[in-house]
């Protein structure tokens, strides 16, 4: 069969149907199944390798502040009073100040990170996605490569370090958008929970193997921790810029969500049955008073024997929840417009999950900016070997993102899901505190079940929860807004992101346990604003049960 090009399509794919159709043209294959494979696996190895070249800049601060007693100095350097206790440094952040200094680079990207993070959003809708990601790792590569070179070029200046992290952030802010709405495109709600928890393990193997590259180099020559995550970011925007499909609609592939609904009356029951259970979803299916009221009348209907009414109320659910999948499916609809910043922020719970992604994130990103400085500081180990055994924590964070996802897709309550995990952490980090550094085994254990909740609820809320928002019914004929959406939780998520690393900082020096001290502060918040939501979600279950029984 031959396929008729447009501009949606990309150079690498239009060159593999050419191929096919000359040597195969024949060969029947479910053309859906391998595009959704590969936008999966495109961008799943994207987004890796953009948190992969976030990770460098945590692992080689300890190299460029350390104690300089531990080493001996190159024969050729003259030893003085001035520069005994910091020949060993990269200046500037030779000094007493240097835990500040390096804070403020943390803060420099992030916030500007979480600033772009609005704008990229807005791009994103309004861009093709295919092109934005790919100039943003390409850029992305670029100023990881630069500040790579300082070390080779003996560059020392603060606002050089500063200004490169300021961009890195503007560029790396294209990442989440893109890959969210093109993966949201492509995937519908059928266990969105789960597939979205797999999918958002890309976070934590990039912050692994960026652990793991920066490691290997980080004691012989620094500036290779950054050059060589640089390449592997730009190289893979190449090969999204070749093979990306960003929409079904441009190679003829059905949309995720094809609903069929089947009507059987019995008992005088109506009963709805769809290709696309609605599980994952069940927490925003209701988000207005008058949805949990006809619940409640339907319920009291049934059980005082007023059964017209139950079933008008039933029909009337019924009809709602069809109204939605009919916009569901629409949502990716070319002729739509994308939604405005306030009228996305008016969806249903976009504004309690932003917040509390602020202070789950601001936890989050604190262990990947500090972890290895405090385990070096905490142990007797090498910088290498605390980069390494700080990668635990991302393999926590993987099952954390999979289980939470399981969970949401189970119970259809993605709030409480996020509240159990972050109630649990807060003990957790405690006791990695003060246990933590009594065996290497202990350590081990305890950072990886930190990480699986500290990241758990942080993955669902960025993914599933963000794409659920993004196609929710209350956008009736304008759905097109998950990649908004996603900017503004991510971005709302990312300011804390910003403020966590910055705090730390400033607080370390006064001791480390008051970094752990403001990290579970910030999870009690964080779980405080989830309250309404969990409380939300409790009664519609509760409701939903009595109907059942």
């Known amino acids: ?85 910091n020949w060993c440094d990269w200046a500037p952040f030779g000094d007493k100040n240097a835990a500040t200094l390096l804070g403020a680079l943390d803060s420099a990207y992030l916030f500007s990170y979480a600033a772009s993070m609005f704008l990229s959003g807005f791009l994103a809708e309004r861009t093709n996605l295919r092109y934005f990601l790919a100039l943003g790792m390409i850029t992305s590569g670029l100023f990881t490569y630069l500040f790579g070179i300082a070390k080779s070029y003996g560059i020392h200046y603060m606002w050089y370090f500063t200004l490169i992290q300021i961009l890195s952030g503007v560029v790396q802010s294209t990442g989440w958008p893109g890959v969210v709405t093109v993966i949201g495109n492509w995937f519908g709600r059928r266990k969105r929970g789960i597939i979205f928890g797999l999918w958002n393990s890309h976070t934590s193997l990039g912050n692994i193997l960026g652990s793991l590259i920066a490691g290997e180099y980080v004691e012989g020559d620094w500036s290779l921790s950054f050059i060589v995550p640089g390449v592997l970011i730009a190289g893979m925007g190449f090969v999204i810029f070749l093979f990306l499909v960003v929409r079904p609609v441009d190679v003829d592939c059905p949309l995720p969500d094809q609903v069929s609904s089947e009507r059987s009356v019995s008992q005088g029951y109506e009963r709805v049955s769809t290709e696309e259970p609605q599980d994952g979803f069940m927490s925003y299916e209701a988000d207005n008073t008058e949805s949990v ?21 039933t029909q009337e659910l019924t009809r709602r929840l ?11 609809s070319p002729s739509e417009k994308p939604i405005g910043f306030i009228g996305a922020l008016q969806i249903p719970g976009v504004v309690e999950y932003s917040l509390s992604l602020f202070f789950a994130k601001l936890v989050s990103y604190t262990f990947l900016y500090w972890l290895p400085l405090y385990i070096k500081s905490s142990t007797t180990l090498s910088p290498a070997e605390s980069a390494q055994l700080s990668t ?48 290497y085994v202990t350590n081990v254990v305890l950072l990886i079940v930190v990480g699986f909740l500290v990241n758990g609820p942080y993955a669902l809320i960025t993914t599933a929860v963000s794409a659920d928002l993004g196609t929710h019914h209350s956008l009736e004929d304008n759905a097109k807004a998950l990649a908004t959406v996603s900017a503004i939780i991510d971005g709302t998520g990312s300011i804390g992101a910003a403020v966590g690393p910055l705090l730390a900082g400033v607080v370390s020096i006064v001791g480390w346990q008051y970094v752990f001290y403001m990290l579970m502060t910030a999870n009690v918040l964080a779980l405080l604003f989830l309250t309404r939501l969990v409380k939300r979600e409790i009664h519609i279950s509760r409701l939903r049960w009595l109907l059942l029984f």
């Not at 069809?322 to 990716?332: A, F, I, N, P, Y």
């Open 392 to 439: 635990l924590f991302d393999v926590g964070g993987i099952a954390g993102a999979i289980v939470a996802g399981g969970i949401s897709d189970y119970s259809g309550m993605s709030a409480t899901t996020c509240a159990g995990m972050l109630s649990l952490a807060i003990p957790m980090m405690f006791v990695y505190e003060d246990c933590g550094t009594g065996g």
């Open 322 to 332: 069809q109204r939605e999948d009919s916009q569901v499916t629409s949502c990716h």
């Open 293 to 313: 009221i006809d619940e409640g009348n339907a319920y009291q209907s049934w059980k005082y024997g007023n059964h017209h009414q139950h079933n008008h109320s």
């Open 1 to 85: 069969m031959t396929f008729q090009t447009n501009d949606g399509v990309p150079v690498g794919i239009s060159l593999i149907w050419k191929v096919s159709d000359s040597c195969c043209p024949r060969a029947f294959v479910n053309r859906t199944f391998w595009y959704r494979a590969s936008v999966f696996i495109l961008t799943y190895a994207g987004y890796t390798c953009y948190h992969l070249s976030r990770k460098p800049i945590s692992v080689v601060k300890n190299v460029l502040n350390q104690n300089c007693s531990d080493y001996n100095p190159p024969p050729d350097l003259i030893i003085n009073a001035t520069n005994k206790d």
